[in-house]
């Protein structure tokens, strides 16, 4: 959706039509669970952090001035409100061993995953990034599934476009790590040719 059409929305709320908030929720609540689900690992958790999202979202409507896309605004809450969780509740925090990859060995899993059938390779993905750091799978959440460019995530993330690169690749090259712990051999094998 258009960021104008959220604007429309976003005018109608603040000039009193309260109901048309709705419209925001639903538009954007399966992301924003998906993408707290990624960090806080535990559905309860990351079901109470969207709806604290939304909360935060409407109280600070007035505050949204329009120069990022409003899906990017919200990520960012989304995404501050589950750092805040997680700083209140250790035990949700999970850590991969991860053994270095090389860029090469991270465009080769690259390359396997898009041959792959598109919902195989969807599950594959989903699979995998759930054992990944929920950073980690917040990023590539959003670099994945809703194609954001490395800016847009930037400011999701409250990260320097150049620090965002480097944290990008890292992501990379954990989740590659996983995927060929977890894919089929051969079929790592025949892309690495």
């Known amino acids: 959706m258009t960021t104008n059409e959220d604007q429309y929305y976003i005018n109608l709320i603040i000039e009193g039509h309260t109901n048309a908030f709705k419209v925001l ?3 954007y609540k ?6 707290t689900h990624r ?3 535990n559905r309860e958790e990351a ?14 409507l007035k505050k949204f001035k329009g120069d990022s896309k409003f899906s990017t605004w919200i990520y960012k809450i989304a995404y501050n409100s589950s750092l805040d969780r997680l700083k209140k509740n250790k035990k949700f925090q999970h850590h991969v061993a991860i053994n270095e990859f090389t860029a090469h060995e991270v465009k080769t ?5 898009k041959t792959m059938e598109e919902d195989e390779r969807k599950q594959a993905i989903q699979d995998c990034m759930a054992l990944l750091p929920g950073d980690d799978a917040y990023l590539l959440t959003l ?3 809703e194609g954001l460019s490395l800016e847009e995530i930037s400011k999701t993330m409250g990260l320097k476009p150049n620090h965002m690169k480097v944290k990008l690749f890292r992501s990379r090259k954990k989740l590659a790590t996983i995927l060929k712990q977890n894919l089929e051999p051969e079929l790592i094998t025949d892309y690495e040719r």
């Open 39 to 41: 960090i806080l690992k």
């Open 30 to 35: 399966d992301m924003v669970f998906t993408l």
């Open 109 to 113: 899993m690259d390359n396997a995953l």
């Open 47 to 60: 079901e109470e952090v969207s709806q604290d999202t939304f909360v935060k979202v409407y109280k600070s």
């Open 143 to 145: 670099y994945y599934y």
């Open 25 to 27: 929720v639903d538009r």
